[in-house]
């Protein structure tokens, strides 16, 4: 009798859904709202800091309980180590071509590194995440001491290094707009949290000096970091211009520079935010949309398609202008599987959202006519994009959604977080090999 076995995908989305389920009960039981807090706002809540989103329906400051947010804390923590953890040690194996299911199966013998050892390096991605939030908080402590508090600090620095965005605020981090410190702490952690644990690591070791380090730094941690780059330093002066033409900005040069930058770096899934951003221009929010759809990058606590996807799709289209056949990204070539895992990451996660802001449309007022509605579908697009990328930014109309609305948003977030590839990979392993081929015909395109 053949014996299927459970892949090693289905365990990351199984731990995801349980945890949910769990986290909406207990943030039922943590309410203090009037009437009880209803399911489907638990629900959303709980899929919101499990996928570390930060959208919500209800003030978190003011309907919770202390435990609950001491609940809200344990599921962006959960969420956030959950998803680093197991992104970390595929983003560690793909750099040494060694797969997934063999390297759970076989064990060490096919790393071809003795120095790796699996517990290790999942104990001391552990201890580097638990010293950042720690070292975040008390920086956090000591600018606010009054304001955030012991648990306030922690609380922020938690959800800032998860790109969670859940805030005890509920104009989140608008009143520290102009500080520097705040800023530049929440904005660190952010982008620390958004890089992942191994990028870190190389980082770490290069500066120790250490055999490995003086390698230098890694193919992909270079990708990495040179894209994140790019899109955050470009994302923030696009903002700059487009807020000085008659945004929210209010400050001088130097602190609209300042909230430009910290809202670029927000975009890449993190869901602070220092100014209003349903009052930002449709330029800055289409800005922020691009921003938040390529998310982080790969083996992090940030959403998206990633920035290595951003890459290849760049080089992809470059090749075919330059009518190339290869498609080389920062000197190395990428091979065909990578180049449909990223097509077929863009088409679902394009479709993803596409839907989702028609079902948002169809929803929330499908049958009013356009000049009643007018404008609110880059409301819904936005939101549908913050939801899918888990970033947790929002224009001001999460709460008012109805409850179909919200359970859209709900299953966007869980689809986001666990990654349209991460989705197809478990159900094409419980699929049967196709033992044919079909003839194959060029047709017209274009």
Same mark, same amino acid.
């Given at each position: 009798?053949?014996?299927?076995?459970?892949?090693?995908?289905?365990?990351?989305?199984?731990?995801?859904?349980?945890?949910?389920?769990?986290?909406?009960?207990?943030?039922?039981?943590?309410?203090?709202? !009037?009437?009880?807090?209803?399911?489907?706002?638990?629900?959303?809540?709980?899929?919101?800091?499990?996928?570390?989103?930060?959208?919500?329906?209800?003030?978190?400051?003011?309907?919770?309980?202390?435990?609950?947010?001491?609940? *809200? *804390?344990?599921?962006?923590?959960?969420?956030?180590?959950?998803?680093?953890?197991?992104?970390?040690?595929?983003?560690?194996?793909?750099?040494?071509?060694?797969?997934?299911?063999? +390297?759970?199966?076989?064990?060490?013998?096919?790393?071809?590194?003795?120095?790796?050892?699996?517990?290790?390096?999942?104990?001391?991605?552990?201890?580097?995440?638990?010293?950042?939030?720690?070292? =975040?908080?008390?920086?956090?402590?000591?600018?606010?001491?009054?304001?955030?508090?012991?648990?306030?600090?922690?609380?922020?620095?938690?959800?800032?290094?998860?790109?969670?965005?859940?805030?005890?605020?509920?104009?989140?981090?608008?009143?520290? @707009?102009?500080?520097?410190?705040?800023?530049?702490?929440?904005?660190?952690?952010?982008?620390? $949290?958004?890089?992942?644990?191994?990028?870190?690591?190389?980082?770490?070791?290069?500066?120790? $000096?250490?055999?490995?380090?003086?390698?230098?730094?890694?193919?992909?941690?270079?990708?990495?970091?040179?894209?994140?780059?790019?899109?955050?330093?470009?994302?923030?002066?696009?903002?700059?211009?487009?807020?000085?033409? $008659?945004?929210? @900005?209010?400050?001088?040069?130097? @602190?609209?520079? *300042?909230?430009?930058?910290?809202?670029?770096?927000?975009?890449?899934?993190?869901?602070?935010?220092?100014?209003?951003?349903?009052?930002?221009?449709?330029?800055?929010?289409?800005?922020?949309?691009?921003? %938040?759809?390529?998310?982080?990058?790969?083996?992090?606590?940030?959403?998206?398609?990633?920035?290595?996807?951003?890459?290849?799709?760049?080089?992809?289209?470059?090749?075919?202008?330059?009518?190339?056949?290869?498609?080389?990204?920062?000197? +190395?070539?990428?091979?065909?599987?990578?180049?449909?895992?990223?097509?077929?990451?863009?088409?679902?996660?394009?479709?993803?959202?596409?839907?989702?802001?028609?079902?948002?449309? %169809?929803?929330?007022?499908?049958?009013? !006519?356009?000049?009643?509605?007018?404008?609110?579908?880059?409301?819904?697009?936005?939101?549908?994009?913050?939801?899918?990328?888990?970033?947790?930014?929002?224009?001001?109309?999460?709460?008012?959604?109805?409850?179909?609305?919200?359970?859209?948003?709900?299953?966007?977030?869980?689809?986001?977080?666990? =990654?349209?590839?991460?989705?197809?990979?478990?159900?094409?392993?419980?699929?049967?090999?196709?033992?044919?081929?079909?003839?194959?015909?060029?047709?017209?395109?274009?």
């Amino acid at each position: 009798m053949r014996r299927r076995y459970l892949s090693p995908f289905v365990l990351p989305v199984a731990a995801f859904a349980v945890a949910i389920l769990a986290g909406a009960v207990l943030l039922r039981e943590t309410s203090v709202l !009037p009437g009880g807090l209803p399911w489907v706002d638990a629900l959303f809540t709980a899929t919101s800091a499990v996928c570390v989103t930060g959208l919500a329906t209800v003030d978190t400051a003011s309907a919770f309980s202390r435990e609950g947010h001491w609940v *809200l *804390l344990g599921l962006i923590q959960l969420g956030g180590l959950g998803i680093m953890t197991y992104s970390s040690l595929v983003f560690y194996l793909w750099r040494r071509r060694v797969s997934l299911t063999d +390297r759970l199966a076989v064990g060490q013998a096919l790393l071809h590194d003795p120095s790796f050892h699996l517990g290790n390096f999942l104990v001391r991605m552990v201890r580097m995440v638990l010293f950042l939030e720690l070292f =975040g908080a008390l920086w956090i402590y000591a600018l606010e001491p009054d304001v955030m508090g012991v648990f306030g600090a922690l609380f922020h620095a938690v959800s800032a290094f998860c790109n969670a965005g859940f805030s005890l605020f509920p104009d989140s981090l608008v009143r520290w @707009q102009h500080s520097w410190g705040m800023n530049a702490v929440i904005m660190l952690l952010i982008t620390l $949290g958004g890089v992942g644990f191994a990028v870190i690591d190389e980082c770490l070791m290069l500066l120790r $000096g250490t055999d490995l380090g003086a390698r230098g730094l890694s193919y992909p941690a270079k990708l990495v970091l040179s894209t994140s780059a790019i899109l955050t330093f470009g994302g923030a002066l696009f903002i700059f211009l487009s807020e000085m033409g $008659g945004g929210t @900005q209010n400050g001088t040069l130097a @602190q609209t520079a *300042l909230t430009s930058l910290f809202q670029s770096v927000t975009c890449r899934t993190a869901g602070f935010n220092t100014l209003d951003t349903g009052h930002m221009t449709n330029v800055s929010l289409m800005i922020m949309v691009f921003l %938040m759809f390529i998310g982080g990058s790969p083996g992090s606590c940030a959403g998206g398609i990633k920035t290595t996807a951003l890459r290849i799709i760049w080089s992809f289209m470059g090749a075919q202008f330059r009518g190339r056949s290869q498609v080389v990204v920062a000197g +190395r070539a990428v091979n065909p599987q990578n180049m449909n895992k990223t097509f077929a990451l863009l088409i679902t996660a394009t479709g993803s959202v596409l839907f989702a802001t028609l079902l948002l449309t %169809m929803t929330e007022g499908g049958d009013m !006519p356009h000049p009643m509605v007018r404008g609110q579908l880059m409301d819904y697009l936005f939101e549908a994009v913050s939801a899918f990328a888990t970033v947790g930014l929002s224009t001001g109309v999460t709460p008012s959604l109805s409850v179909t609305g919200k359970l859209c948003l709900t299953v966007l977030m869980f689809v986001g977080r666990i =990654g349209p590839i991460w989705l197809l990979t478990t159900l094409q392993q419980m699929q049967s090999d196709v033992r044919y081929r079909w003839p194959e015909s060029d047709m017209p395109i274009g």
